[in-house]
């Protein structure tokens, strides 16, 4: 993916399922912050500014930004995958830290099992891990849920 966005804390669901699909989404989380301050972030770090306030369409605003009306997570992802040709494929899917955004890294499984609850040992192979936070990550139960949560909301998988 070749789209990055900046998300703000308007649309804090729709980032972190923007992050499960694979595609680099910052947040900004602190509500005090301005949406000038905001979309001046987003154009200086090159990202397409993600928000539901209007108001970023009388700003200077940065060279892309989608301002959505409504407030259902799966709506605005779907909005976001039209407006920027987003697709979604499998591999992609938990390639990105959710908490800070990094592109995940493989490692040995001796490192992963030492995060990892009994039941998961037994059951996990490959394991990853954020180089920005250090949390663990596998593939489990959860890959299921959003695979089907993303069938059921229409968004199509390749």
Same mark, same amino acid.
């Given at each position: ?81 039209? !407006?920027?040709?987003?697709? =979604?494929? %499998? &591999?992609?899917?938990? /390639?990105?830290?959710? @908490? ?40 489990? !139960?959860?890959?299921?849920? =959003?695979? %089907? &949560?993303?069938?059921? /909301?229409?968004?199509? @998988?390749?």
């Amino acid at each position: 993916m070749n789209d990055t966005f900046l998300a703000d804390c308007m649309v804090g669901r729709l980032c972190t399922w923007i992050r499960i699909i694979g595609a680099d989404c910052a947040y900004i989380p602190e509500k005090g912050r301005t949406l000038k301050t905001a979309a001046a972030m987003a154009k200086a770090q090159g990202r397409i500014f993600l928000t539901r306030d209007s108001g970023v369409e009388k700003l200077a605003a940065p060279p892309g930004y989608l301002v959505f009306r409504s407030q259902k997570w799966r709506e605005q992802l779907k909005s976001a995958m039209e !407006t920027y040709g987003l697709e =979604v494929k %499998r &591999e992609w899917i938990f /390639s990105r830290c959710l @908490l800070c955004n990094a592109a995940l890294l493989v490692i040995s499984r001796d490192e992963g099992e030492n995060s990892a609850p009994p039941l998961t040992r037994a059951a996990q192979e490959k394991y990853y891990k954020c180089p920005s936070c250090g949390k663990i990550y596998w593939r489990g !139960t959860h890959v299921g849920a =959003v695979l %089907r &949560e993303l069938r059921e /909301s229409g968004i199509p @998988l390749r």
